[in-house]
Nanobody
Framework: QVQLVESGGGLVQAGGSLRLSCAAS????????MGWFRQAPGKEREFVAA????????YYADSVKGRFTISRDNAKNTLYLQMNSLKPEDTAVYYC??????????????WGQGTQVTVSS
């Protein structure tokens, strides 16, 4: 049974930082591209960042480029998202996903339950 479990969310002031983690089990983690998505209340789930199976290719939504960094540790079956210079508009539930390297929701096969990030102004 595949499980993706996010952690590290919380409440932070604007300009602050958080590091999200996603622990994977039940799949060959190093065989999958991984992604981070987020969903704010009343909005559709949107792409944040993605990373190839090796970690050699990464890409980001324009809204987070230069502030967020995606990384992975295949030895630990863990995906990370370092979020710096957080803004109130970054407030959302953040989800990790495993699948193909892409920015669309439909290219990912497995999803975590999400972790809440709230940025206060």
């Amino acid at each position: 049974q595949v499980q993706l479990v996010e952690s590290g969310g919380g409440l932070v002031q604007a300009g602050g930082s958080l590091r999200l983690s996603c622990a994977a089990s039940g799949l060959i983690f190093s065989s999958y591209a991984m992604g981070w998505f987020r969903q704010a209340p009343g909005k559709e789930r949107e792409f944040v960042a993605a990373i190839s199976w090796s970690g050699g290719i990464t890409y980001y939504a324009d809204s987070v480029k230069g502030r967020f960094t995606i990384s992975r540790d295949n030895a630990k079956n863990t995906l990370y998202l370092q979020m710096n210079s957080l803004k109130p508009e970054d407030t959302a539930v953040y989800y990790c996903a495993a699948g193909r390297l892409a920015s669309s929701v439909g290219h990912y096969d497995y999803w975590g339950q999400g972790t809440q990030v709230t940025v206060s102004s």
